[in-house]
């Protein structure tokens, strides 16, 4: 039919040019994010794009949820301002005609983002963890740049020194400068080396001296060496920590069903059922004067999915609280959205208002005395 096809023509016009600025505004922020994470040392400088990735495909359920939801009010809007509506509903389609087009566009979108809420959002959690787990599991000596000063991991110990090998497994003029315990160490060498004993990492630095003072304690230790060993606080790669609930894979949630676990299962598998909602609410709310400007729908849209979005993560904080339950939370507030939604498509399909229900009352009222 022309309708279907000229609305779900637009539909995909406007879905396509929304997705485009969203994912290039989110790929930006996450760029910079990114790149001060990496400067602090906290993401490895030479993951900076890989990292990115995973943070971007992480959010693409809520990016495809709010560009659908824009596309729809967008065009509906557009619609309404040029006065298709008029055409449209004095041709016999009616309001409620406009759910049936708009789902047959919407659920494959929808589909797309259950998927990647419950498959690929823990997955690439997972992968953002395991690359910043790796970088940090690296020993004191490979965190430390050529010519710069570099704190270690326990923020103990200053390194200097000067990698001479591809392998970053030793180094030369070395400064080691350590405050443990009320205890000050300065330790200077010529060389130094990496060597793994077991789980532990340690650096024989050689031909170097080492001065040691205590703070309460105004004597300086002077003694010399041709080779030392200090733990560097390295561990062996492999060794994992405990993975986050937002890591774990839905099959885990579903089979160990704890508060967090639930908590992380309704933000998942709320993404989904708020994006059939919002495709309901979309209908209501691009109703617009043609005379007024659509921007205050758009708005209140926005409006709308922030609300909505935000009420998705306070649920899952009531859940892992233990407030509410799992399926009082899916049932109060999908179940609520779904009913306000019906309702206020109902009200504009068949012009309902407050004062023709007051009028009817009356009019019933004198029906029943004569």
């Not at 039919?1 to 779900?8: D, G, I, P, V, Y």
């Not at 990016?63 to 659908?68: E, P």
């Amino acid at each position: 039919m022309l309708f279907h096809s000229s609305l779900r023509k637009e539909l995909a016009r406007s879905f396509g040019a929304t997705l485009v600025v969203l994912v290039t505004i989110v790929m930006t922020m996450m760029l910079i994010r990114t790149l001060g994470q990496a400067s602090r040392g906290a993401v490895n400088p030479s993951e900076v794009m890989l990292v990115m990735s995973f943070i971007v495909l992480g959010y693409l359920p809520t990016i495809l949820t709010l560009s659908l939801f824009i596309a729809m009010v967008g065009t509906l809007s557009r619609m309404y301002q040029d006065s298709e509506m008029v055409i449209w509903f004095a041709s016999g389609r009616g309001l409620s005609g406009f759910i049936s087009p708009l789902l047959r566009f919407a659920w494959p979108v929808l589909l797309v983002v259950a998927l990647l809420a419950l498959v690929v959002w823990p997955w690439s959690n997972q992968q953002t963890q395991d690359l910043r787990q790796r970088y940090e599991q690296r020993g004191d000596l490979e965190r430390v740049s050529p010519g710069q000063f570099q704190e270690s991991a326990s923020g103990g110990r200053v390194f200097f020194m000067d990698k001479d090998t591809p392998d970053n497994k030793s180094g030369r003029n070395i400064f080691i400068s350590t405050n443990e315990r009320g205890r000050e160490a300065v330790t200077s060498a010529r060389s130094g080396r990496i060597e793994t004993l077991g789980d532990t990492q340690f650096l024989l630095l050689s031909n170097g001296q080492r001065l040691e003072s205590s703070v309460n304690q105004p004597e300086i230790k002077v003694s010399e060496f041709e080779e030392y060993g200090t733990n560097i606080g390295g561990r062996a790669f492999g060794e994992k920590e405990a993975a986050p609930t937002r890591s774990r894979p839905t099959l885990d949630l579903l089979r160990d069903p704890t508060p967090a676990h639930l908590g992380e299962l309704s933000w998942r598998l709320g993404l989904a059922l708020a994006g059939l909602n919002l495709a309901l609410i979309a209908v209501t709310v691009s109703s617009v004067n043609p005379r007024a400007g659509r921007s205050g729908n758009l708005v209140f849209a926005l409006f709308s999915f922030v609300v909505y979005y935000n009420l998705l993560n306070l649920g899952q904080g009531w859940i892992e609280s233990g407030r509410i339950g799992f399926a009082t939370l899916m049932v109060a507030l999908h179940g609520g959205v779904l009913a306000l939604g019906l309702l206020w498509l109902g009200r504009l399909h068949n012009d309902w208002s407050w004062q023709g229900l007051l009028r009817r009352r009356p009019a019933a009222a004198n029906g029943s005395t004569r």
